[in-house]
């Protein structure tokens, strides 16, 4: 089974910076992209990062580029999420994610982490 377990959130003043870390296991990882995405209360889940198995290809959505850095150690089976200068609208559980076997998106899930920024 995949397992995806998020940390690293927490509650932050406006300008501040937090790093989210997500673990994985249970299958090998080699060749599967990994992403970010967050919801906000009553908002839909939203893409925020993702990174290629070589982590020489990233994506941001635009309201991030420029203020978050995702990485990933593929010795370790994570992925990381730099956030810097966050913003209030940032605040959002935090989830990350893999791709399926099949590549066809994005399938197996973390439980999230809150972030909160306040003003």
């Known amino acids: 089974q995949v397992q995806l377990v998020e940390s690293g959130g927490g509650l932050v003043q406006a300008g501040g910076s937090l790093r989210l870390s997500c673990a994985a296991s249970g299958r090998t990882f080699s060749g599967y992209a990994m992403g970010w995405f967050r919801q906000a209360p009553g908002k839909e889940r939203e893409f925020v990062a993702d990174?290629?198995?070589?982590?020489?290809?990233?994506s941001y959505t635009d309201s991030v580029k420029g203020r978050f850095t995702i990485s990933r150690d593929n010795a370790k089976n994570t992925v990381f999420l730099q956030m810097n200068s966050l913003k209030p609208e940032d605040t959002a559980v935090y989830y990350c994610?893999?791709?399926?076997?099949?590549?066809?998106?994005?399938?197996?899930w973390g439980q999230g982490t809150q972030v909160t920024v306040s003003s």
């Open positions: 994610a893999t791709e399926g076997s099949r590549r066809t998106g994005y399938e197996y």
């Open positions: 990174i290629s198995w070589s982590g020489s290809i990233v």
